[in-house]
């Protein structure tokens, strides 16, 4: 125990940390593995859910259709698969090694939508709006150009005045010869052209329509698919417009309106001749790229354009070489595809959602186990057995780390073994500095949130809150915005600073990667993909890594600011900049002038002790383990209430191998003292030295040589006895065998050392048990100064005695001071007592001096019958003319004797004789007690605060 003194280095403390955290840790397994189910069970979820999805898909409507060409009884032998054994639903998945060829079409307004000429629409050309009624109307186009003859002589050659005959054995080929055009919507693929599938008719374009028009077109792509399509005729209106603009505006006006009831007037398309000429063909088209089914993309709409350029280049060929030139433009198809089943990896999709849940699960798990360590004020605790600031971050942030690692390890792993896209396709160095850096922020976050929440309870409900609000949040709005590519960037990443969204993001940039990776046969995200436009994950990266340092640093202000065992000022790390104050003993400063008005009331000896402190602080002497020098604390005045002085003006001074004792009713201030001393708040003035230290600016000194035996247990429910001594026998810096044999002996003078007691858990503690481990705490290490209150409390006579034999021994080269209600106990532990009523010591001195002093008396009690009353006055007057009578009560009377005016022997001898005389029924001669004196003083002292 010789090294007890020295302080326990940086890594010392780090290392008894690191082990009670794990053994803390190896009691938690249960919780452990439920936490570690929580990603497994999520991950075997979307692993069922996958599954479903998968046997859905694999249903023969959603497959290529198939038919066995040879079979061998039930089982077939040879399958062929192809758009020739499908039907519509199946061929979308087909391989198709020679796409359909399908006749060039235009895309034409529905007759309804045709434009015609109304009030909303005054333009010149349109027909009457009764053509609506027959489906008649004409499909117009507008020209204009520099030139308008050359103008009207290409536009004329553009709509064939006859039809071509269909062929019915090239029934395609003869419908391209035509102008045929469609009102149907494209779709993604052209493999199928919808104009032949759907229930509207193919319009073919004529400058005029002959009565018996219709005819119909049938052919056949397979045996189960074979379509006949009727062809109807629609007329070609061409207007001339004079200017661009003027089309241009006629186009906007015809334009469908949000109000349903509004007229709509589609015009199929617009040509602007330009400078175009015999010797320059320069034409700009207007077409109507809105064409789109609903899960269509705009795109698609040009699958109709080329018709329209061809249209007019054959006009414009006609003017150059006569009317029988023409280009022929035959079919269009879509390139061969291999074979595309149909995939949908669900578990990508609901992963963002579903893993912001398990990963976002850890934050309620450091945050309350730092609230926890709060709450308990067992933070405090440490740090008032010297446990540094530094090694508590960094063991707790370690220690929080390491647990999220081998959490997210498990996840990952597990995830990929199970076979999620999720986490197999998308590089695993991405994952894991995405996964790294994000956890350091969610533990620095922790950090910085716990010091808001003073309880365990609130902390878990509002953090669970938030975990899920988070997910869902980010999955039905933030993940809107991201889809919604006409949002602003900027707003994202505003969105984003937020770490839950910035979390989602990553996870919904992963599971895009895998998904589109999954469909489409390629790989998930690379690190070359970072640069992609639209990949948030760089910024999102960047984001949480700047976020992390920033929180860290400022949870570690905010702890040191409003922690309650520091309170530094909020400029704290400014105190490089300011004086160093002195740290050593200073001369009684000037403010003693103002608390004279308090020494003239004080009792001689209280003076005594505060002339005895001024000395000291003169003359410093190694030997005092504590001197207060007027200390005084005042509560500022609350919701009107008056300002209270808890401490007024105590000074104190304690020599090494004293055990001070404070006596005091509920409320005298002597918590507040206590406080003080050991750094829980900060004296409003005056001074305390310990060891010769300040505790105003070096408490971290001073709780190196501390230990503190609370008035509430503060212990862990989880370590045993025998693991909080170990702890804080190496706070204190006890190694090796003198810690093993500290801790031993330290058990056993607590009789906490036999029956496997020292290997229970505290948490399985009697009210009892715990006690004698706090004053156990508070002794191990060889403290120089301890501070108990009310060490005794709950405790049976047996172990009380113990006890009290720990801290006798214990006192001899160490001060203590001790609060107590038990008058025996001060007597029994403390060489000096001092009572505290409201806030100041109303004496002061050892037990048997203040007996002396505020006692002075024996008490003598007499029963007799009612008639011997007044014999017996007479006795007690006849052994002391000042005897006081204080009590009477049918025979029994109770006087008080000054000492000093009686010797024992002479009361015995009288009682002797008068026994002789009258029936004495009982008598006794009582010295003052101790708690006569403290019922004394309390009253005299509270008598006189009423008068003054
Ligand atoms: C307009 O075009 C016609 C037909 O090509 C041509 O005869 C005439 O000269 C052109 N006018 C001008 C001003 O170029
Ligand atoms: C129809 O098309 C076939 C094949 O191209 C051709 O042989 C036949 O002469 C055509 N019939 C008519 C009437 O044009
Ligand atoms: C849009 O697509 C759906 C399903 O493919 C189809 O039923 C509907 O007819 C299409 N609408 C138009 C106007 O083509
Ligand atoms: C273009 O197409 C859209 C969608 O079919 C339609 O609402 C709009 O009126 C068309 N515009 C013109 C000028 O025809
Ligand atoms: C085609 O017309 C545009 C617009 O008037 C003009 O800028 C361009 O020079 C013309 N091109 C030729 C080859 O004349």
Known sequence: MANGNSAASFWTQANALLRKNLTFQKRNVKTNVRLIMFPFLLCLLLVLLQRLVDSQLDKAENKCGCVCVRTQGDTCLEEKCGLEYSDLDQVATCPVPNPVEWPPLLQVPAPRYRAVRTENFPFSGYPDASCRTNASCPVTMLF????????????????????????????????????AGSSSMTEDTNFLEPAFFSDLPIYYLQSQCTQNSTFSISFELSAAISRSQELVCAEGLLLWRNSASEVNNELYKGYRKSNPEEQIEEIAAGYDFLNSNRRIFNVSIWYNSTYKNDTGSTQIAL???????????????????????????????????????????????????????????????????????????????????????????????????????????????????????????????????????????????AFLLASVFSNVKTATVLAYIGVFGTGLLAGSLFQFFVQDTSFPRGWIVVMELYPGFALYRGLYEFSQYSFSGD?????????????????????????????????????????????????????????GFQKKPHSSFRKPSIQRQKSKVFVEMEKPDVTQEREKV?????????????????????????????????????????????????????????????????????????????????????????????????????????????EHLFFYGRLKNLKGSALTEAVEESLKSVNLFYGGVADKQAGKYSGGMKRRLSVAISLIGDPKVVYMDEPSTGLDPASRNNLWNVVKRAKQDRAIILTTHSMEEAEVLCDRLGIFVDGGLQCIGNPKELKGRYGGTYVFTMTTSMDHEKDVENLVRGLSPNANKIYHI???????????????????????????????????????????????????AQAFDTLS
Not at 150 to 172: C, D, K, L, R, T
Not at 385 to 406: C, K
């Open 614 to 722: 001024e000395q000291l602080l003169l003359e410093p002497t190694i030997n005092q383990a504590i001197v207060c020098d007027d200390l005084r604390k005042v509560y500022p005045g609350r919701d009107g209430n008056p300002e209270k002085l808890a401490v007024r003006g105590l000074s104190l001074a304690l020599p090494q191998g004293e055990c001070f004792g404070m006596l005091g009713p509920n409320g005298a201030g002597k918590t507040s003292f206590i406080n003080m001393m050991i750094g829980l708040t900060k004296p409003t003035s005056g001074r305390a030295f310990v060891q010769g230290l300040d505790i105003r600016t070096h408490m971290d000194g001073i709780y190196t040589s501390m230990g503190v035996c609370p008035q509430h247990d503060l212990l862990w429910e989880s370590l045993t006895g025998r």
């Open 144 to 179: 204009t150009g520099a030139n308008q003859s050359f103008g009207e002589i290409i536009s004329g050659n553009m709509i064939p005045s006859s039809f071509i005959p269909i062929n019915n054995s090239a029934a395609m080929a003869s419908l391209a010869a035509n102008v």
């Open 303 to 445: 699958a109709r354009i080329p018709r329209s350029v061809n249209l007019v280049s054959n006009a414009y060929l006609q003017f150059l070489l006569g009317p029988g030139t023409k280009m022929f433009f035959e079919f269009v198809k879509e390139m061969p595809k291999p074979s595309t089943p149909i995939k949908f990896d669900l578990a990508s999709l609901l992963g963002a959602l579903f893993f912001t849940w398990v990963i976002l699960q850890l934050f309620p798990i450091a945050l309350t186990s730092l609230v926890y360590e709060k709450q308990q004020k067992l933070r405090i605790m440490m740090k008032m057995h010297g446990l540094g600031d530094g090694p508590y971050w960094m063991i707790s942030y370690g220690y929080f780390l390491a647990i999220s690692i081998v959490y997210m390890l498990c996840f990952v792993i597990f995830g990929s073994l199970i076979g999620l896209n999720f986490f197999t396709m998308n590089d695993y160095s991405i994952q894991f500095v995405f996964y790294f850096i994000y956890i350091n922020l969610q533990i620095a976050l």
């Open 890 to 940: 049918s025979g029994t009377q109770k006087f008080e004797l000054p000492k000093d005016e009686i010797k024992i022997a002479n009361v015995f001898q009288a009682v002797e004789t008068a026994k002789r005389s009258f029936t004495v029924s009982a008598w006794g001669l009582a010295d003052t007690t101790l708690e006569d004196v403290f019922v004394k003083v309390a009253r005299g």
């Open 519 to 575: 469909a489409l046969g390629t790989n998930g995200m690379r690190w070359g993909d970072l640069s992609d436009s639209t990949n948030g994950m760089k910024e999102v990266l960047i984001i949480m890594f700047v976020e992390w340092l920033l929180v860290l640093v400022f949870a570690y202000y905010i702890d040191q600011v409003l922690s309650s065992g520091s309170r530094k000022s909020p400029l704290f790390f400014l105190k």
